[in-house]
């Protein structure tokens, strides 16, 4: 597909979660020349999701199967995947865009999708134990510990449903929350109250992270009474929430405090033609279907740009 610009690209989409894979489709059903950087894998963290019940038209189907169809459609359509991140970028006449593999692209418009990242819990044994029974990812190590208890760190939506997702391969998951109280709809608490081999271990925090050669077990304490505890289990998941990947932004002024980015309705930053979507910006809801309705305002107004400096 030939430029409508005088840059390499007339736009450059960095992330390719629903956010940034929607926005391609958009931006190339209009005709306009679309890279999609990706560092990870294409179709972003529902690869990494099991049963996906809230997105409308699907009453069920598994994350890697919904990601690809978003990554379908748009290399259908005529989007360029890039297999690298962004490193970098500067506005000048165009966005001068760097990538984490050394290249250096230009594109008429650019949208930030990155996303975010999990955070740790930032304990003894849980980065000697990553990939030793720590992990982020029930997904993809779920069954790689079948047979075996498991725990679940957490109290919001990721940590109930993969708790649940886990019960398919482990004798007992144990749900450790600091709090009584799950940040979750009445339908999922429900469907979590009703599971016999999930275990609830509330008002507790996890302190350590025990094994030798793979984990064996955690240490957790009570909040309340500060007893100590230990659980036997063969893996650890902790689900304790996520920070935007904006690192590589240098202009903070289009940042929050938590460091999202700011945008306006029509998904556009203070910086002209520089356009955000998805988990990455500031929103009150992250999900699935508020990703896509993002890169759908994001990919048309980036083309209601381009348009406007032809």
């Known amino acids: 597909m030939k430029s409508l610009t005088n840059a390499d690209y007339d736009l450059i989409i960095a992330g390719a979660g629903p956010a940034g894979l929607t926005a391609a489709i958009y931006a190339c059903r209009a005709g ?12 972003g963290k529902i690869v990494k999701t099991g049963d996906i019940e809230n997105y409308p038209g699907y009453t069920n189907i598994q994350g890697v199967d919904l990601a690809l169809k978003f990554v379908e ?18 506005k000048d006449k165009f966005f001068y865009v760097e990538l984490t593999n050394g290249n250096i692209i230009t594109g008429g418009a650019l949208i930030i999708s990155t996303g975010s990242k999990e955070n740790t819990l930032g304990v003894p044994g849980e980065e000697e134990f990553y990939g030793k029974g720590v992990s982020y990812c029930a997904v993809c190590d ?6 075996q208890k498991m725990a679940v760190v957490g109290g919001g ?3 109930v449903e993969e708790a649940i997702y886990l ?19 009445s339908k999922l608490l ?48 902790p689900f304790i929430g996520q920070y935007p990947i904006t690192e590589f932004i240098q202009n903070k ?9 700011k945008s306006d309705i029509n998904m556009s930053t203070k910086i002209e033609g520089l356009f955000t979507a998805g988990d990455v910006r500031d929103t009150p809801l992250r999900q699935i279907a508020t990703a896509v ?17 032809n």
Not at 32 to 43: A, R, S, T
Not at 142 to 147: D, E, L, Y
């Open 142 to 147: 779920g069954a790689n510990f079948k047979g």
């Open 73 to 90: 459609q748009a290399t259908e359509l005529g989007a360029k995947i890039e297999y690298s991140g962004l490193k970098s970028f500067k």
């Open 32 to 43: 306009l020349n679309v890279i999609v950087l990706e560092k990870d894998v294409p179709g």
């Open 167 to 185: 019960t398919r391969f482990a004798e007992k998951v144990f749900l450790i929350h600091r709090r009584q109280g799950f940040r979750v709809d």
């Open 293 to 309: 309705s993002d890169g759908a305002i994001a990919g048309q107004n980036a083309v209601k740009y381009i348009e406007n400096l």
């Open 253 to 261: 002024e289009i940042l929050n405090e938590t460091n999202h980015i």
């Open 190 to 237: 429900d469907k979590l109250n009703k599971n016999d081999k999930i275990e609830l271990v509330l008002d507790s925090v996890v302190k350590t992270i025990n094994g030798d050669n793979n984990v064996q077990s955690v240490t957790i304490q009570n909040v309340n009474d500060k007893s100590v505890s230990t659980i036997q289990v063969g893996a650890v998941f």
């Open 157 to 159: 939506y990721a940590a």
